[in-house]
């Protein structure tokens, strides 16, 4: 299938991962661009790049002349001019429950614990390696604590965050487990958490989309 869609990528981005997932559960194909947030200081700095996405962040998707930033922003315009495999419910209501859960990700939890916020940690406050990873984790847990909550002993919740099909919510649970990994924050507390993300991640889109299956990892 061609569609002429461009990912500004890096392997390991959460917000470019949560990206991948909907590309690849909705069977598209697309062109990666990667970009290297740790090379020489970051090539999302460099002027071309910046003409692309004046945020200086990725993920950015083109699709013809049109530029698209922000996760979310892309996810929902996927779900709206490729209406296969929606990543929303039909309801509002549960449209509405969808979206708390992926914005309790994306926007309250994952964000405090960014490269760029970390970069900050070092530079202005001359925190550790050590405290950066402890004040990623404290976020971490603090957004798993919540997300647990909402998630367990709800009706709406099925094999995945919202029913038995994977959508926008699981898209953002499953870069944020990758991430709670990575700075070695214990999940034993969530187990519902914990149980979507392995019926994820049995999916092959969810597989494709991995960070370890993108070009320039390592």
């Not at 315009?77 to 929303?88: G, I, N, R, S």
């Not at 971490?140 to 926008?168: Q, S």
């Not at 944020?176 to 969530?190: E, K, S």
Request: charged content about 20%; proline content about 6%; hydrophobic content about 40%.
């Amino acid at each position: 299938m061609t569609n002429g869609l461009v990912l500004y990528d890096y392997w390991r981005s959460s917000a470019a991962y949560r990206v991948r997932i909907a590309l690849h559960l909705k069977g598209l194909s697309y062109e990666t661009r990667p970009v290297n947030l740790l090379h020489e200081g970051g090539e999302q700095h460099l002027p071309d790049y910046r003409a692309i996405n004046p945020q200086q962040l990725v993920p950015c998707l083109l699709d013809g002349d049109r530029v698209i930033t922000q996760s979310l922003a892309i996810l929902e315009y996927l779900d709206e001019t490729q209406p296969q495999a929606p990543l929303l419910p039909v309801d509002a209501r549960g449209r509405a429950r969808v979206r708390a859960l992926a914005l309790a990700l994306a926007c309250d939890a994952h964000p405090l614990g960014n490269l760029r916020v970390l970069q900050r940690l070092e530079t202005q406050f001359a925190a550790s390696e050590m405290q950066c990873i402890e004040w990623a984790a404290h976020w971490i847990a603090l957004g798993f604590e919540a997300l647990e909550a909402m998630l367990v002993d709800n009706a709406a919740t099925g094999r995945y965050c919202h029913g038995d099909t994977p959508g926008l919510a699981d898209a953002c649970l499953v870069p944020q487990v990758y991430n709670a990994w990575r700075r070695q924050v214990p999940l034993d507390d969530y187990p519902t958490v914990q149980r979507i993300y392995h019926e994820c991640c049995a999916l092959e889109a969810f597989q494709r989309a991995a960070p370890e299956a993108q070009p320039g990892a390592g």
